[in-house]
């Protein structure tokens, strides 16, 4: 029986409210006039991960880690990889360079005070690390990140690089820095590119589609990149008014089957933390 390859499961820590497809009706500057929900939500996912005996890597935003340090504190706790996912969940081509640096910074120290570990992992808001923002990947290296996993090999309103190498991989830096990256997964043929990584995709497409293009990338003996976000199992969170059609069909669908999903996926697949995955590749 063929051994099944170790996967990266990991949580983009984030609430509700600091979704990038709600920046225009959402101020950041209002962010605190909203109850947050992800300390339960997180608590959720950290419950259903713990039934599977799974471990994951959980990247928050250091806006969440100031105002719940105890969400931190019980991702560490409880054994899990903390990583970085910035500070504010700003698109990074739409950011001050020296902005994003001190950002960059403080959330990394921040995150390694509450967690007393080191963090060595980063991903951009809304994967926004592209042909627009390589400049940040040499930001990463000073501030002594060890990877990153920001890159979606694939075309999007707003983010992808679409020739991007699609599996895990040591890459070059505009300054000739080496960094590893781990890209979101994609499954890709001379046709088309289907993102399969999850997120919405993940809640959009029918579990077997995600099955088939997950088990596609391991059988061809690659790992593949799970991500997920507390609200997405969150059936109760307030609805958000004045937002187009599709933005609310691809936030609000089938979270009410996102829970029962992710169960399944924990069974069908192995995972652990994208640190683990990236050493079991010999990339760290």
């Known amino acids: 029986m063929r051994q099944k390859i170790t996967n990266a499961f990991t949580v983009d820590v984030e609430d509700f409210f600091q979704v990038e497809a709600f920046s225009q009706v959402i101020d950041v500057k209002k962010w605190d006039n909203y109850t947050c929900r992800v300390e339960a939500n997180t608590d959720a996912i950290l419950e259903l991960l713990d039934s599977k005996n799974v471990k994951g890597t959980f990247f928050t935003l250091g806006w969440i880690a100031k105002r719940y340090p105890q969400v931190v504190k019980k991702i560490a706790e409880l054994g899990h990889e903390v990583a970085s996912h910035g500070m504010s969940h700003q698109l990074i081509y739409n950011q001050d360079r020296k902005v994003f640096k001190q950002e960059t910074i403080d959330s990394k120290s921040l995150l390694e005070d509450l967690s007393q570990k080191p963090v060595n992992g980063y991903r951009a808001a809304t994967y926004s690390i592209t042909n627009k923002s390589l400049w940040a990947l040499d930001i990463l290296v000073e501030a002594g990140f060890k990877y990153d996993s920001s890159i979606f090999p694939m075309r999007h309103d707003r983010y992808g690089i679409s020739d991007a190498c699609a599996v895990p991989n040591v890459l070059k830096t ?111």
Not at 221 to 226: A, I, L, R, T, Y
Not at 238 to 256: A, G, L, Q
């Open 174 to 284: 505009p300054n000739g820095n080496s960094l590893v990256e781990f890209p979101i997964s994609t499954v890709k043929n001379k046709f088309f590119t289907l993102p399969i990584a999850g997120g919405g995709y993940f809640r959009l497409f029918p579990y077997m589609l995600t099955k088939w293009g997950l088990s596609r990338i391991n059988k061809s003996n690659s790992p593949f990149v799970f991500y997920i976000h507390p609200w997405e199992v969150d059936t109760g969170q307030p609805r958000i008014e004045n937002i187009s059609k599709f933005t609310k069909f691809r936030h609000y669908n089938n979270i009410d089957k996102c829970t029962s999903r992710l169960s399944n996926l924990l069974s069908d697949f192995k995972f652990s933390t994208m640190e683990e995955v990236l050493i079991n590749q010999g990339l760290l």
